[in-house]
């Protein structure tokens, strides 16, 4: 279960606005984080709490392929992304680093700015306990919600490997 406040955002974030390409030399997920939706947001990262929980309109991660962007999501302390739509490639690099994408258009249209929500993975219910909404979005099969438990694909194939 995921428990956080909401930072909304609208539609077409794109990875340049997710994390600059200046910061692009970088690979720890906490430095990354702390220049996590600067373009768009000055000081975002010094108000997102862990845990807290990204809520954006549609094609959310467009852009260029940039693998460190859903670093600097997780690196900033946001424990999952809700939008309606996700860019293909945005969206596989989340998975592979552990990062939960739920898509959830309902969940969208009734939750704002600050509003606390829980997120169940198991059974892709969310929760708007600030507004008392249940939202159901697509669960992740099983496998999904195991590699996204182990950290991501690199942890999950060490683990497999290692016979856990």
């Keep these: 279960m995921l428990k956080g ?3 909304k955002f ?6 340049d606005a997710i994390i600059p390409a200046r910061y692009a030399n970088l690979s720890d997920a906490v ?12 000081g975002f990262s010094g108000r997102v709490k862990p845990g807290d929980i990204l809520v954006a309109e549609s094609n959310f991660g467009c852009g260029s392929s940039r693998e460190i962007a859903p670093m600097a999501i997780m690196g900033a302390g946001i424990s999952c992304v809700i939008a309606r739509s996700f860019a293909r490639i945005f969206f596989r690099n989340a998975i592979n680093i552990g990062l939960p994408l739920l898509d959830c ?5 009734k939750t704002k700015e600050g509003d606390y929500l829980e997120v169940d993975l198991s059974s892709g219910l969310i929760k708007n306990v600030t507004a008392g909404l ?3 979005a ?9 590699l996204i438990s182990a950290g991501g694909l690199l942890e ?6 290692r016979g856990e």
């Design 10 to 15: 609208g539609a077409n974030i794109d990875t």
């Design 138 to 146: 697509v669960p992740f099969p099983s496998f999904i919600r195991d």
């Design 134 to 136: 249940l939202f159901k």
């Design 31 to 42: 430095e990354l984080g702390k220049h996590c939706m600067e373009n768009i947001e000055p």
């Design 105 to 109: 258009p309902e969940a969208i249209d």
């Design 5 to 7: 406040r909401v930072c």
């Design 156 to 161: 999950y194939t060490l683990k497999k490997d």
